[in-house]
């Protein structure tokens, strides 16, 4: 089923990446995510942030750079459905850096966090939502 909403539009209408959607509008990213595309968008729900200090959450807030560098990790040019999914091991993110991909007994893995929904058409995209914020190589080390 396509959706006729726009990434943006589909994250605020689920009611479910409150948090997400305050760091994109943050970030000044909106725009990306409603009419830029397509892009595949693993995107962490608002239970991910549960795992994630607000200190760290206030860290990457506070810096435009950092933030828009863990948004864009989260974003990959093109649609991949799940079944794409299955047969690819590694995605090119927005940020630069590499998300690995893989196939274990409970489901698909991004960065070893699973996919908890996927395939949300959209416009300009997909989503699949995952269990964790996934942070960037330079963002993990900034964070230790």
């Not at 093109?78 to 993110?93: Q, W």
Request: net charge negative.
């Amino acid at each position: 089923m396509v959706c006729v909403k726009s990434i943006l539009e589909t994250l605020r209408e689920s009611g479910m990446f409150v948090t997400f959607l305050d760091l994109v509008q943050a970030a000044g990213l909106e725009g990306r995510l409603s009419t830029e595309g397509p892009y595949t968008l693993f995107v962490p729900n608002d239970d991910a942030f549960r795992s994630v200090s607000p200190s760290e959450l206030d860290a990457i807030r506070g810096n435009a750079d950092r933030l828009t560098d863990v948004l864009n990790y989260h974003i990959v040019p093109g649609v991949h459905s799940m079944i794409d999914l299955l047969g690819i091991r590694t995605l090119r993110s927005l940020e630069g850096e590499d998300l690995t991909v893989e196939i274990a007994p409970e489901g698909v893995l991004v960065n070893n966090v699973p996919v908890v929904e996927s395939d949300a058409w959209c416009t300009n995209g997909i989503c699949h939502a995952v269990y964790t914020l996934l942070l960037p190589p330079v963002a993990r080390t900034a964070a230790v």
